[in-house]
């Protein structure tokens, strides 16, 4: 990798062919968000469209809203839009509830796709949620749960295999596993995947359709901007629509939901993974938000990405001394984050947010710092390092105030 500079830095963002959607977002001043693989940043659009929502569609249209202003279909809309940035075809993808309720959903619903198979398994690195859900799948369903990496599946995946539940980016590491070749394998043992997608829906390209994964779910508050507990979504393959028996059975997925029958018959295709009444304002705030994405060429976006994950690791390397880039060098396996393993990263990341710099610390000894391609531009990276280089050089970190309280608080 070349010597990185601020003009070398200046110079990408003149020829940024995703310059324009910087302004597509409401960014505080003095503030570089290096934690939108987190929390997103706020899209200009969500504020008037919420308001909207709230004092024409609730406030004056109230439940004709349910028809008049399109409630009833935004959980589908919602899905396809998220599923053209996924690699879903259009009918795959229902948008709704959290990440965690619509693991649980997909973790029992692909399992009784695979009867008289008794393995479930998923990745001891994986986001707890994501490990949390396992557990409690396996224990309702009589299976055994085996944790293993993604690199590893090779020696547990056998004939007993029913699904394999991994998340494609670690969320600490950064790491991108090799989705066709672990979809591949896990087919050819004839068990079923499913992806998390949380850290790569918006940021890094899927082609879950492509790749031919049974189910996928994701989050829309990271790299989809959608907002703190924005509703989360869940994939399921076309091909498995029909037998699609999923667990929480709610009016909303009933072939009739209007009719109130008292025994639950599935509606047909993804409209089936409908629940419960939807959160519409969470809906509507990340409709406004997706349109972030309006005109972005994925190319671009992994193309821009990559370039910044890139100065990071450069920077690292020529300027930081004892600070180690966790998150892999080939681009094929890196995510959009950046994952830097060093001491006292916790206190570093506390003196950094006083500077305006706001990345996340994860435990022991990690600055996670997420570069969302959408709002960062290369100087704005270059700058935030030069900050993470002075409060190193300087030990400012070192103030108590920046000292880790028992017990407390993570950011
Ligand atoms: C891979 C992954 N899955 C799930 C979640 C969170 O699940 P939920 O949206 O239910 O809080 C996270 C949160 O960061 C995550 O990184």
Known sequence: MPEPSRAAALAADAADPLAFTRARFALPAGVTYLDGNSLGALPVGVAATVADAVTREWGTDLITSWNANGWWGLPARLGDRIGALVGAAPGQVVCGDSTSVQLFQALVALTRLTPGRTRLITDGANFPTDQYLAESAARLLGL?????????????????????????????????????????????????????????AGAVPFD?????????????????????????????????????????????????????????????????????????????????????????????LRAKSLALTDLVIAYADAYLPGVEPVTPREHARRGSQVALRLEHAYEVTQALIVRGVVGDFRAPDMLRLGLTPLYLRHVDVWDALEALRRVLASGEWRAPRFARAAGGAVT
């Open 208 to 300: 879950l359709d492509g790749v031919g994964a049974d189910a996928a779910v994701g989050c829309s508050y990271k790299y989809l901007n959608g907002g703190p507990g924005a509703p989360a979504w869940l994939y399921v393959a076309a091909r498995h629509h029909d037998v699609l028996d999923l667990p929480l059975t709610g009016w909303q997925g009933h072939a009739e939901p209007f009719a109130l029958h008292a025994s639950y018959a599935p509606a047909a295709g993804i409209e089936r993974g409908r629940i419960g009444t939807p959160s519409i304002l969470g809906m509507r705030a990340l409709d406004a938000a997706l349109d972030a994405f309006d005109g972005v060429s994925l190319t671009n």
């Open 144 to 200: 055994e749960l085996v944790r293993v990496s993604p690199a590893e599946l090779a020696s547990v995946l056998n004939e007993r295999a029913a699904v394999v539940a991994f998340s494609a980016v670690d969320y600490r590491t950064g790491e991108l596993w090799d989705a066709p070749a672990v979809t591949a394998a896990v087919h050819g043992a004839g068990a079923r995947m499913l992806w998390d997608l949380a850290h790569v």
